[in-house]
């Protein structure tokens, strides 16, 4: 079956038991919200034991505290009330796996999806590419431990973030499903005393 009809057929499923979340109110029950990466194997309603109406998730390429996710966390806590943040990265993330200047050379050569082998990214397809790629700052990881302690000093350094939200550094192992906090980012993240 093509993906557009699985996902339509699950759907269907999904919306003849979706029982009373109906009436679920628009701000995040348990007041917090979860900063993380897109990658497929990491479920935070599952790892974090979500339900519908719980909490936020902000999900980009590598969880990183862009000035759009610190956009989405601003509007979690003044419209929407959350009162404790978690960043959460991962173990083999693919944002460890290139640099800027790989991913522009890539896009540069072709539009074609790169191939992952044991010595990086390689490009397999033809072109033509673009230079716009040149503008992105693509916030890759070196470190992922590194990763987790700048973007929660980056949230809390913030001026538009009020240190009364303690804000939590965590990396995800997909090895086995487990949160490991990262004490560095945590402390970093630590609130003011009200
Ligand atoms: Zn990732």
Redesign the pocket.
């Known amino acids: 079956m093509p993906i557009y009809d699985e996902v339509l057929a699950a759907n269907e499923q999904y919306a003849a038991s979706f029982g009373d979340k109906g009436a679920l109110a628009l701000p995040p029950a348990r007041q917090f919200a979860i900063l993380t990466?897109?990658?497929a194997r990491l479920d935070p309603a599952k790892y974090a034991g979500l339900a519908e109406g719980d909490a936020h998730v902000i999900r980009n390429?590598?969880?990183r505290a862009s000035d759009d996710a610190i956009r989405s966390l601003v509007i979690s806590y003044k419209l929407l009330g959350t009162r404790e943040w978690f960043v959460i990265?991962?173990t083999n993330?693919?944002?460890e796996f290139f640099t800027d200047d790989v991913m522009r050379g890539l896009l540069a050569s072709s539009l074609h999806t790169a191939e992952l082998g044991p010595d990086g990214f390689r490009d397999v397809g033809s072109g033509p590419g673009s230079a716009e790629a040149a503008y992105i700052d693509w916030l890759t990881i070196a470190d992922n431990a590194r990763s987790v302690v700048e973007d929660v000093t980056r949230i809390r350094s913030h001026p538009l973030v009020p240190a009364r939200i303690p804000i939590y550094g965590f990396i995800y192992d997909v090895a086995t499903g487990r949160l490991v906090e990262i004490e560095e980012a945590t402390k970093a993240g630590l609130a003011a005393a009200a």
């Open positions: 990466c897109m990658d390429a590598g969880g990265h991962h993330c693919g944002m």
